[in-house]
């Protein structure tokens, strides 16, 4: 690889860096452009009804001709839920590992993708070449199987990214991280280390998958009397994996509950990434057939996702399986940031129904803490340092290790998405911002809810709507039927109705005043209606809520 | 105190056992009902609107000639909160400490109550006489200073109520927890303790708040060089004195900023407990008369609330305090659960604009943790146990200390809001149900929420509203003007043109087929427009807005 034109290498994250979520960075070579990760932000709690947030991807579209495929480092919805919709745009190849691609295909067959996209299994240790660039692919650990740390060649030298990761020196399946091949490719001279910063605020290492398979180990042993329920994520099989070993190993049956996982564990087994003994998973009908301790349900609903199946059997409206007070329910997770209150309401129902719930030191991270991350800097030692993957805070702890390492200051680039990174031996700076957002997605559509619509649910939310409707006679403005009022999501109108009456009286004299004249516009009666309503409205509730006038003329 | 006719003791809490928040418990014995504290609750997240949740308190309304008064254990909103609200229904006497009466008053005041309600100031060591009971008042440590608990003398037994506590032994402020005092009466005999859950699944000891004091006393003192803002809770007057205390001791001035904070912090300094030196406070608009590193804001916001004064410095949009990249920000609290995401954000938010973030270390809770509740119950030794203040889960963790201390297991209970709990020498049960619930306020609004409101904004915040409106003519039921349809929060109109156009076209199809007879009455045709716009938007977008027909005729 020769970099005849002294080109740069230019690094754009198009989204990532503000959240956790959305992730998806663009590198950028003369004619060629690689993109790593599609993935799909939830949305915040002001995002109202909003179902997903894909990014905004115009600077690929305007460079549709260089840009050669995704590169995805591993199969979670923040690093591969963007590709269906994404797809639809740009048709575009899919390169990544076996278990990753079981994981999206999943999701292409439901968008329909399937024959349209073309896609390549990587094995670890494995390089392809894509323009002007060459990727490889190496084994790191990480909270599901098949992650990936990408090795980006390019004429201007070495991208190490570690997409998420963590060192696990024992793990359940496969191999560990690849720290030979990390040492090795820093040996050849790395320019830039991307790396996952989601714990850099934590001290220490994060213990291996392995430890939490020994506390599943004395929990089956200590509760050989009750029926045991266990809510993990879907997408960690080793977990599912460990559990299912210590279900084997005290004689339980084992039932799967929950769409995605089922949809995970079935993939996961065709592949081979789960080994599932004979005669130990049952379906959930079989559950009569056996006594409660000798089964065990592994369930989602760990994060207490108002629909997933944990939440439903807490509530009490799982249609086949109902909490008894000899239930011991484990939550093998720890709650995402901003589920702690649907987590907690979750075990209070549980608890309520008697059940003895478990929830600490069931579960270990899959990410990298402060002394992981150390390791690998001092591994690859990088000329430039771009934290990745956090919250702000997270980047910015992240940035602290780099240059407690000896990386200078000014080497290190806490970006923002849209940001453009120029990169070669001699220097690195921003050198210009591209377009970049987050488009929502509501049922089917994709972008036709934007901030109007939001402040709008904001405002509806909050204090309800308030509609006047008017009918009035075309050319004499004279009033021929109203103003009829309704409301929703305002008082408990039985309750009120002396307030709605005179809200209707006031109006009715508001309008006496603008009305009769020919000179009156709809738009200065939608303005009367609007102002008297709110004012009245004000005066006696102290709300405010959304007020439609509504005028037909006949 | 005799019982002479052998009557029983009546407990009964109007609130606060299934949630933190809105504490109400009424203690009934022949014909004095004497009630402990009358606090608010915030609103859950699916309480769109709602500015905060009273106890509905019909059964002391019906039992009014009993009410002897409210006894209140300290000036935390979820025991104080409902108070203005509750005395407009029924007017009480209140009988507190001194601290916990100031911050009543300013309460009292702003509902113009002050004239109308009686009020008695009572000293820890001190009884009061009401009606069949004595309530004598005893010292203990809070996250709020003049925090009691009670010791309720009543002809049937003595009832222990801890309130909300911890065992400080060395209190910054006034003395430690009189457990003398609690020994004492637990000599005597105590029929029933209710004490606080909160912290109950925490084991060990909760720190005492001179802890926080040295910390504070160690970041001043490598932090000489940059200003400091400290968030805390405006009610934590203790930990108001020991930032006060460091920054004399480091030559900084002090601003206090945010409404609750300046509220209380006048209160406690009128009322003698905050030690304030000369020259030390000064006005938020003196802060440019000095260096930055000789000053210390304490603000609010320490939950990450929107409106809070630290939030709008971290957005930059507080009026007088901006945020620069030398300044030392410290957390001194934890996250309220629910708070979690909010914090986040105001953290990312002011690294973002370069500021060092403190937010571990920094703060003790106010509440008993497992060793210190084990220590009540023994010097208390009741025969009943009442866990109450916390979730259900805590309630569960304190039973289970209860029993764990050798209180037999149908001698524990856990209670639900409602229950009438009889209890005596011989027995306790729970013999009956009283009518409870919560009182949503929305501005001025005490009541005219319920859930049909509530469903409806949840409904408006989903996916909007889409009003149908035409005008018929009278009797013949002839289309003459619309249908018109106006939505709101359902899409960005100007870029769905084409989906309105084509609603309305399948609307007057299907009006077509509706109309024109003469049977067609409107609550058919409500039926009719209601139905093909629900078919019709589902089929193209996958959502279901309100929809609202308004039919007018003339």
């Known amino acids: 690889m020769k970099n005849e034109n002294n080109s740069k290498l230019k690094i754009i994250p198009l989204g990532g860096l503000e959240q956790i979520g959305m992730n998806i960075t663009?590198?950028?070579?003369?004619?060629?452009?690689?993109?790593?990760?599609?993935?799909?932000?939830?949305?915040?709690?002001?995002?109202?009804?909003?179902?997903?947030?894909?990014?905004?991807?115009?600077?690929?579209?305007?460079?549709?001709?260089?840009?050669?495929?995704?590169?995805?480092?591993?199969g979670h919805e923040d690093h591969i839920g963007a590709l269906p919709y994404?797809?639809?745009?740009?048709?575009?190849?899919?390169?990544?590992?076996?278990?990753?691609?079981?994981i999206i295909e999943n999701k292409l067959k439901e968008h329909n993708l399937m024959r349209t996209t073309r896609r390549k299994v990587v094995k670890h240790g494995q390089s392809i070449n894509l323009g002007k660039f060459r990727i490889e692919f190496i084994k790191t650990n990480h909270s599901i199987q098949d992650?990936?740390?990408?090795?980006?060649?390019?004429?201007?030298?070495?991208?190490?990214?570690?997409?998420?990761?963590?060192?696990?020196?024992?793990?359940?399946?496969?191999?560990?991280?690849?720290?030979?091949?990390?040492?090795?490719?820093?040996?050849?001279?790395?320019?830039?280390?991307?790396?996952?910063?989601t714990n850099a605020i934590r001290p220490g290492f994060t213990q291996s998958e392995r430890t939490v398979g020994i506390t599943f180990d004395h929990i089956f042993a200590e509760h050989q009397d009750t029926r045991l329920i266990i809510a993990t994520f879907a997408s960690n099989v080793d977990r599912v994996q460990q559990i299912i070993n210590s279900a084997y190993k005290y004689g339980r049956k084992v039932?799967?509950?929950?769409?995605?996982?089922v949809n995970i564990i079935t993939i996961a087994s065709e592949l081979g990434y789960l080994n599932i003994p004979e005669n130990t998973l049952i379906e959930i009908d079989q559950l009569r057939n056996f006594p409660p301790e000798k089964t065990v349900l592994i369930t989602t609903g760990s994060q207490g996702e108002s629909m997933a199946a944990l939440s439903r059997m807490a509530a009490g409206v799982h249609r086949k399986v109902s909490i008894q007070p000899t239930d011991t329910v484990i939550f093998s997770s720890s709650p995402i940031p901003g589920n702690e209150k649907s987590v907690s309401n979750v075990i209070n129902e549980l608890s309520a129904l008697g059940a003895d719930v478990i929830f600490q030191d069931t579960h270990v991270s899959g990410h990298a803490c402060q002394e992981e991350l150390k390791l690998?800097?001092?591994?690859?030692?990088?000329?430039?340092?771009?934290?990745?993957?956090?919250?702000?805070?997270?980047?910015?702890?992240?940035?602290?290790?780099?240059?407690?390492?000896?990386?200078?200051?000014e080497n290190v680039f806490i970006m923002q998405s849209g940001d453009v990174l120029e990169v070669s031996e001699e220097s690195a700076?921003?050198?210009?911002?591209?377009?970049?957002?987050?488009?929502?997605?509501?049922?089917?559509?994709?972008?036709?809810?934007?901030?109007?619509?939001?402040?709008?649910?904001?405002?509806?939310?909050?204090?309800?709507?308030?509609?006047?409707?008017?009918?009035?006679q075309k050319?004499?403005?004279?009033?021929?039927?109203?103003?009829?009022?309704?409301?929703?999501?305002?008082?408990?109108?039985?309750?009120?109705?002396?307030?709605?009456?005179?809200?209707?009286?006031?109006?009715?004299?508001?309008?006496?005043?603008?009305?009769?004249?020919?000179?009156?516009?709809?738009?200065?009666?939608?303005?009367?209606?609007?102002?008297?309503?709110?004012?009245?409205?004000?005066?006696?509730?102290?709300?405010?809520?959304?007020i439609i006038p509504i005028i037909m003329d006949v």
Chains 1, 2 share one sequence.
């Open 26 to 74: 663009a590198f950028e070579f003369e004619d060629s452009i690689v993109v790593v990760d599609c993935g799909l932000a939830f949305p915040t709690d002001d995002m109202l009804g909003i179902d997903l947030v894909i990014p905004d991807i115009s600077y690929l579209e305007e460079n549709a001709e260089k840009v050669k495929g995704f590169v995805i480092t591993h």
């Open 475 to 546: 050319g004499t403005n004279q009033l021929l039927a109203g103003p009829d009022i309704v409301s929703r999501g305002f008082v408990y109108v039985r309750e009120s109705e002396s307030l709605m009456d005179e809200a209707r009286k006031v109006m009715v004299d508001a309008l006496d005043k603008c009305l009769g004249g020919k000179h009156a516009d709809w738009n200065k009666i939608k303005l009367v209606v609007r102002d008297t309503m709110n004012d009245y409205i004000w005066k006696k509730t102290k709300r405010r809520p959304m």
């Open 255 to 261: 039932v799967v509950e929950g769409r995605s996982m």
């Open 429 to 472: 700076k921003v050198v210009d911002k591209v377009h970049v957002g987050g488009i929502l997605v509501d049922g089917l559509g994709v972008g036709d809810v934007g901030n109007i619509v939001l402040r709008d649910r904001q405002h509806l939310a909050e204090d309800g709507i308030l509609i006047v409707v008017l009918t009035l």
């Open 376 to 409: 690998i800097y001092s591994l690859i030692k990088p000329k430039y340092a771009i934290p990745v993957h956090g919250e702000f805070r997270h980047l910015k702890a992240n940035a602290a290790i780099a240059r407690s390492l000896g990386i200078a200051k």
């Open 147 to 197: 992650a990936s740390a990408l090795a980006i060649y390019s004429p201007a030298g070495i991208v190490f990214h570690t997409g998420d990761f963590k060192v696990d020196y024992t793990p359940v399946f496969g191999d560990a991280i690849d720290l030979q091949r990390f040492a090795e490719i820093g040996k050849k001279g790395v320019l830039c280390l991307m790396s996952d910063s």
């Open 86 to 102: 994404i797809l639809k745009k740009m048709n575009l190849p899919i390169y990544t590992t076996k278990l990753t691609m079981g």
